[in-house]
């Protein structure tokens, strides 16, 4: 029961990272807002069951975002937190009753409308934009002030009388009509069309060159002052006052002195919002008076004096036509409705999500069927249900095929998992493929210059079918080659090609990755449910591959927060003969299977033989920061408290079940400013 527990914990942890990596970093999200709200909540109700399981680093308790490689990194001045959400009535009037509760009075709101788009934080000097930092990890952010001074409604000097220096937040979004036009755009130029508005704001203010941002039409709402907290009573007044300023703020925002008239403005846009020329997706409500939000506080990843109430997505009516079973990376087996074409939100919508055989048998859903087709999250289209009266006559049950649609093998199904799965990964092309585009991932080996296409072409052309083929790759081989690919969604032909200067880009890359650490190496071979954090745990704990490929599975449940799972999944990987010849040709290939981090990069022995647990939030240090100062001084992180632990590290808001167990084992706990005094004696 306890390693069951432990599990799904493991496993929720792990799930809500890759969707956080997928929404804030890839702007590609597969799951809504709803479904991640519910699994985040599944995650906080275990953890307060069973704190000694709780990763350090659970989502539950940072900010969903990361920052990336391509731009310098900057601490935020202050937090960028994200908002706690609700879905009913019921939950906001919750919400109210725990503000006037901890406000010990009345409380009079704001309400604005939630806008879709890409959090954005910009600093003003004099009047002088001099820096815009996104969201990031939330303690720290990339810096895409280049990008940004494009969007024509971001001033680049102020009007009026302004504060000296001071930061404003906001989110910067594409208007509906003006992403049309884009997207024709590039259809009219053979290009692929974007997905929906938010993915493309996100991805376009992360782009290299800023001449290429500055042709796309970005726009920008703000609303939240940070500076002298003297200068305003009022949330409201700050809003004003940047309006004044010659800054951009949305019209919508309403005060309200009680809960009931939160709730009329709420269901006023609801009606509303379709209206608007840009998404929204809920509205925010926020305590009015500044000096009742400092009383109420934060919780480490959420203000406690605003929530965010999210509409309910539209739904609509079409037909079934038929259902294609694709092959993902790990050998998942998911199911693709395709539709007869519907407009939702403003956007064609052809094919939707059937998850796994679960939801089928739930929905009942058939070919042929008229369907409810919803936008999670108004991004990601699913079929929610089935219009059972106009179901034609002769419909049959949908099933799984018992065979994998691409290379034939026998399909599997675990007991205590939903999919299916195709057990052949060393010859079923989407998963040699999936693993090849994850290898190459920024997070594995990043080699920016190789893309779904290019992996495509090389497959095609036999030039690459595992990872050690890359660096076998000559600029001979590939320079020239192309075919032509069919685009689904604009049903165009587009001819794919590697040109001279993509060629050399694709092998300068190449080269690049052999200085990847050995634990970006071991992501990369996309040993199952072994992600970035568990890579960096077995990399620093057996400090080499060959240690690692020793390992049993007793000895891996050694290292901190590897469970049984992970465990024999690196285990089985290391049976396999043919895994073993790819790390033999990598290690000729020059690639690093040892772990020198420790030994390249260390401070100091002070910390040595000393286990830390660390908690909360920290003024001088984010928290992956902390945590790598104390393993560069020869110390260890450990992820529970238990009667072997050294130190607690409490920064502000660590959560009151460690610290009760803290004190209940006499576990001495420690400050920023101790530990700062420890590695400085």
Known sequence: MIDEIKSKIDTLTTELKEHNYRYYILAEPVISDREFDKMLK???????????????????????????????????????????????????RDFDERVKKLAGTKIQYVCELKFDGFAIGLTYKKGKLVQALTRGDGISGDDVTENVKTIRTIPHQLIGNFPDEFEIRGEIFMHRKAFERMNEERIKNGEDPFANPRNSAAGTIKMKESSE????????????????????????????????????????????????????????WDKDRKNLSFETDGVVIKVNSLQLQHEIGYTAKNPRWAIAFKFETERVETKLISVDFQVGRTGAITPVANLEPVLILGTSVKRASLHNQDIIDQLDVRVGDTVFVEKGGEIIPKIVGVNISKRPLGTENLKFPENCPECNS????????????????????????????HFVSRKAMNIDSIGDETIDLLWENELVKDFSDFYSLQFEDICGLSKKNFNEINGKEKNISLREKSAQNIIAGIVKSKNSTFRNVLFGLGIRYVGETVSKKLASYFNNIDNLAKASTDDLLKVDEIGERIAESVVKWFKNPQNLIIIEKLKKAGLNFESNENSQNALSGK????????????????????????????????????????????????????????KELGIKIISENDFIEMINE
């Open 42 to 92: 599944e995650l906080e109700v275990l953890e307060k069951q069973y704190p000694e399981f709780a990763h350090p680093d659970s989502p539950t308790r940072v900010v969903g975002g990361a920052v990336t490689n391509n731009f310098v990194n900057k601490k935020h001045i202050r937090p960028m937190l994200s908002l706690a959400n609700t879905y009913t009535e019921q939950e906001l």
């Open 213 to 268: 941002v500055a042709k796309r039409p970005l726009d920008c709402f703000l609303y939240h002052f940070i500076g002298d907290e003297n200068l305003f009573e009022t949330h409201y007044q700050s809003l004003n006052a940047a309006k004044s300023w010659g800054l951009k703020v949305n019209d919508a925002a309403r005060i309200c002195n009680s809960i009931d008239e939160v709730w009329k403005f709420i269901k006023q």
């Open 410 to 437: 026998l399909l599997l199904k675990n007991e205590d998992e939903a999919a299916h799965y195709c057990p052949n990964e060393d010859n079923c092309p989407p998963q040699i493929k999936g693993k090849l585009i």
């Open 607 to 662: 910390l040595m033989g000393k286990s830390f647990v660390v908690s909360g939030v920290f003024t001088n240090f984010s928290r992956d920061g902390i945590k790598e100062t104390i393993e560069k001084n020869g110390g260890k992180n450990i992820g529970s408290i238990s009667s072997k632990t050294d130190f607690v590290l409490a920064g502000q808001n660590m959560g009151p079940a460690k610290l009760e167990k803290a």
